[in-house]
């Protein structure tokens, strides 16, 4: 396919999936077009020549194919998907607007729909476009999702809870159900009349005459649902957050939950052949087969793709820690400079017996009062401790998605004691986290726990001896029973920011066991620190992240503009389709995360966490860097890229 390549690992995520000329077509942000010819078993790059979110795909024939998206794009193809053109259809009173849906009907009638009450409507193809209004609520609502009948009826389903009707051979729209206080998010035809609309907090409608009444369906979950597929046996799938899948059978009135479930939010379902089920979500385009979700660019060892490898970063000890160095408000607030070094002390323990593992009951309750014993001493002010980061740490929470932001809930449950009743949920919540790798290992074989060392206890720059002297007593105490776990490793890790001395010319310590590792900070500079666009720097990290996501960087990426996509999504119903760097609103906040704070440009735009032992990083980055700035005029404003480098470096402790 003309100008299109291989599908490798990405943090893509996607957000609508369709059948076209050349196969089955995926679309997401920052401009992504994907498309499989082999029932997804793998995925093509396709050039879409733009870098905003595309949000819905929809073919009118094998050749003929549009697409909507963020900032008013809209862009055709005439030729199955090889290549694709912008269209010019927004007028100048809603240029910029974000398009939610696309679809065609019969006679050549087409419907866009988008923020601020947009409706855009074709009767010739789609070679001209005219605006249609309605008799709005007090509120300019968003259109999620449009849908034309082969009657002739048309609906469009909004973020206020209203079902809007077009009648066959009408102009005007009327609102038939709502408003309500859950926004509907999506349709799916289900023929001679039948419609399915879903949308969040488990809404499910349905209407038998084109749209003139709805009645509730129960379902057996009350998630966000965002994508739906009317199956070649009958029944109906929705799909939705936090890897929700549930199914109507044919004959069957209620919904309920799938066995099997991803871990991950889906945003897109297709059949495809063979009854293979095709899918789109945070973690990138996949299928179901062999009751497991299989996502391109996964496998054991690299277990995260899409907005999980996000999470999966931002759970990183040494990311957490350097984050912590250069934005923390409370030392701001008092006027402190951001800190150059961290120190923490990591513990890897795994179960004694060769036939449990660290999530076993046992073995994970007796990991925990290892934790309580490291924070109760830390609470004492002893042992040069100044926290305790493991699973059950206040800071380890997973995230689910509710009507106005993202709410934190502990990954290890509070409610109630630990068995083997709760660990399938636990396994999940841990996955969806990101601390795959981080804290757990990926066949829960082994758990770290973090201690942050205060460095004025520091001893010649080793751990602190009265830290490692509790480490020793603490094994001693060990009889042949308890505890269930041992005590693997003992690691001390240093973060600490380098002055004028690239990687490879400075030396680290004598004792250190594993190769230095080196994290690069992309900070945008101004003229005055104290005012800058949150806007502008938002734009600024996501233009940045597609730039380097198109070089060859020996590390992965993670930027500040991934979290305020999320949190887009956060403020818009769990509705995946604001998975957008476009919008900034004022009400932004830090509600979903913590790291980007809006009273400073000194934050980074962009991490880049290096491989271990590679050294010559930096050059690369700051070639790229000067690509970035020359291409964005950055010389011809006040602004600048300032790259930062820091060393990570790792000595074992000896409890011996």
Request: hydrophobic content about 35%; proline content about 3%.
């Amino acid at each position: 396919m003309a100008g299109s390549g291989q599908e490798t690992p990405s943090q893509r995520v996607f957000t609508g999936l369709a059948f076209g000329g050349e196969g089955v077509f995926a679309v997401g942000e920052a401009g992504a077009i994907r498309v499989s010819d082999n029932n997804a078993d793998s995925w093509q790059v396709v050039s879409s020549g733009v870098e905003h979110t595309l949000t819905a795909i929809e073919f009118v024939t094998d050749k003929q194919g549009w697409v909507t998206g963020h900032n008013g794009i809209v862009l055709q193809t005439l030729n199955g998907g090889r290549s694709w053109q912008p269209v010019q259809v927004a007028g100048e009173d809603h240029p910029n607007l974000a398009l939610m849906d696309v679809t065609f009907g019969k006679d050549q009638q087409g419907l866009i729909v988008g923020e601020d009450n947009l409706i855009l409507a074709t009767r010739d193809g789609g070679d001209s476009w005219s605006r249609e209004v309605y008799k709005a609520g007090r509120f300019s609502s968003i259109h999620n999702a449009a849908l034309l009948l082969d009657s002739g009826h048309a609906l469009i389903a909004t973020s206020a809870g209203e079902m809007l009707v077009r009648l066959p051979g009408e102009h005007e729209w009327n609102r038939v159900h709502g408003p309500g206080r859950k926004a509907l998010l999506g349709m799916i035809d289900l023929g001679s009349g039948r419609i399915l609309a879903f949308g969040s907090h488990g809404l499910i409608l349905e209407t038998a005459d084109a749209g003139a009444t709805w009645n509730e369906v129960k379902a057996t979950s009350s998630a966000n649902y965002l994508a739906g597929a009317h199956l070649g046996d009958g029944s109906v799938l929705l799909v939705g957050s936090e890897g929700m899948v549930v199914r109507r059978h044919a004959g069957e009135a209620m919904f309920l939950q799938d066995e099997h479930l991803p871990p991950g939010t889906l945003t897109g379902v297709v059949e495809g052949q063979n009854g293979r089920l095709l899918v789109t979500g945070a973690q990138g385009t996949g299928f179901l087969a062999d009751n497991d979700y299989h996502f391109a660019g996964t496998d054991k060892a690299n277990p995260y793709t899409g907005y999980l490898l996000t999470r999966a970063l931002l759970h990183r000890p040494e990311v957490v820690q350097l984050l912590e160095l250069n934005t923390s408000s409370f030392r701001r607030s008092f006027g402190d400079a951001p800190k150059d070094q961290a120190s923490w002390v990591s513990v890897s323990v795994s179960a004694r017996s060769e036939a449990d593992d660290v999530l076993t009951p046992a073995v994970f309750n007796d990991i925990h009062q290892l934790h309580k014993a490291l924070a109760e001493q830390r609470l004492q002010g002893k042992l040069g401790l100044l926290g305790v980061m493991s699973l059950w740490s206040e800071d380890q929470t997973h995230i689910v998605l509710d009507r106005s932001t993202g709410t934190h809930h502990p990954v290890v449950s509070r409610s109630r004691d630990y068995s083997d009743e709760e660990r399938p949920y636990l396994e999940k919540r841990i996955f969806q986290s990101g601390l795959v790798g981080n804290v757990v290992s990926e066949d829960f074989r082994s758990m770290t726990l973090q201690a942050e060392v205060d460095l004025s206890e520091e001893v010649n720059g080793n751990a602190p001896s009265a830290l490692v002297s509790f480490f020793k007593d603490y094994q001693n105490s060990f009889d042949a029973q308890s505890p269930a776990y041992t005590v693997d490793k003992l690691e001390y890790v240093s973060l600490q920011k380098l002055y004028g001395t690239l990687p490879g010319a400075e030396t680290g310590s004598e004792h250190q066991d594993t190769p230095t590792q080196y994290l690069y900070e992309i900070a945008l500079k101004t003229a005055d620190s104290q005012r800058c666009s949150t806007e502008e720097a938002l734009r600024l990290s996501a233009d940045l992240e597609n730039h380097l996501s198109g070089e060859s960087l020996d590390g992965e990426l993670l930027s500040v503009a991934k979290l305020f996509k999320y949190n887009q999504v956060a403020r818009h119903d769990g509705n995946w389709k604001w998975f957008s760097a476009d919008g900034y609103q004022q009400w932004y906040s830090r509600g979903v995360h913590l790291f980007w704070e809006r009273s400073s440009c000194v934050n980074p735009l962009a991490l880049v966490i290096g491989k271990h032992g590679a050294k010559d990083a930096p050059g690369r980055i700051s070639e790229m860097l000067g690509q970035f700035e020359e291409a964005k005029a950055l010389a011809e404003t006040d602004k600048s890229l300032n790259l930062n480098v820091y060393r990570l470096d790792r000595t074992a402790v000896t409890m011996h």
